[in-house]
Antibody, heavy 123, light 110 residues
Framework: QVRLVQSGAEVKKPGASVKVSCKAS????????ISWVRQAPGQGLEWMGW????????NYAQKFQGRVTMTTDTSTSTAYMELRSLRSDDTAVYYC????????????????WGQGTLVTVSS | NFMLTQPHSVSESPGKTVTISCTRS????????VQWYQQRPGSAPTTVIY?????PSGVPDRFSGSIDSSSNSASLTISGLMTEDEADYYC?????????FGGGTKLTVL
């Protein structure tokens, strides 16, 4: 079945970076895109950006421009999200989610989602 | 960018019908599809409605979606409420390339 399995929880100090992975299985990785969404404790969902698994093209939410980098490794069907200069308000569960169009022309629903990765930023 | 506004919470009794609204602040709600996600505590979101009114396989027909251009809003309606429907619900739309979520609505079935 189609699955996205994310890396485990992380604890980071302010100013550090974190890199979360999202390994896809059950489908042809390069035929889709991946979005990253985060959720702070007790808060709602926040879209961070999207990457094409076909050509690596990215779109980032303005809020994260300059601080986030999304990449893929097609040899392992894995997407990565790196967030730099971490602050306490970056403490959140980070999700990856598949999108249908690998070119970003048609924006579709997120399905499936990874299980989430808790990133805690604390001194 | 636009915003999607949802009520913070709604509550209803089992067996009843509830509707959750999602109002788009700017731009035409009908121009871009709206999705609805259900999130239970401690779990990742799952899709209950996509493309305004389509149900993924496995989602019961008690869930339905609609849009209303006159109010520039989308709605999720759940009929025959069950205790298992108690969850947070998020609407989501886009203005390419930006995806936007509503703030979420906590549904209590009591």
């Amino acid at each position: 079945q189609v699955r996205l399995v994310q890396s485990g929880a992380e604890v980071k100090k302010p100013g550090a970076s974190v890199k979360v992975s999202c390994k896809a299985s059950g489908y042809r990785f390069i035929s889709y895109g991946i979005s990253w969404v985060r959720q702070a404790p007790g808060q709602g969902l926040e879209w961070m950006g999207w990457i094409s698994a076909y050509n690596g093209h990215t779109n980032y939410a303005q809020k994260f421009q300059g601080r986030v980098t999304m990449t893929t490794d097609t040899s392992t069907s894995t997407a990565y999200m790196e967030l730099r200069s971490l602050r306490s308000d970056d403490t959140a569960v980070y999700y990856c989610a598949r999108e249908r169009d690998p070119f970003g022309v048609v924006i579709d629903w997120f399905d499936p989602w990874g299980q989430g990765t808790l990133v805690t930023v604390s001194s | 960018n636009f915003m999607l506004t949802q009520p913070h919470s709604v509550s209803e009794s089992p067996g009843k019908t509830v509707t959750i609204s999602c109002t788009r602040s700017s731009g035409n709600i009908a121009s871009n599809y709206v999705q609805w996600y259900q999130q239970r505590p401690g779990s990742a979101p799952t899709t209950v409605i996509y493309d305004d009114n389509q149900r993924p396989s496995g989602v019961p027909d008690r869930f339905s979606g609609s849009i209303d251009s006159s109010s520039n809003s989308a709605s999720l309606t759940i009929s025959g409420l069950m205790t298992e429907d108690e969850a947070d619900y998020y609407c989501q739309s886009y203005d390419n390339p930006i995806r936007v979520f509503g703030g979420g609505t906590k549904l209590t079935v009591l």
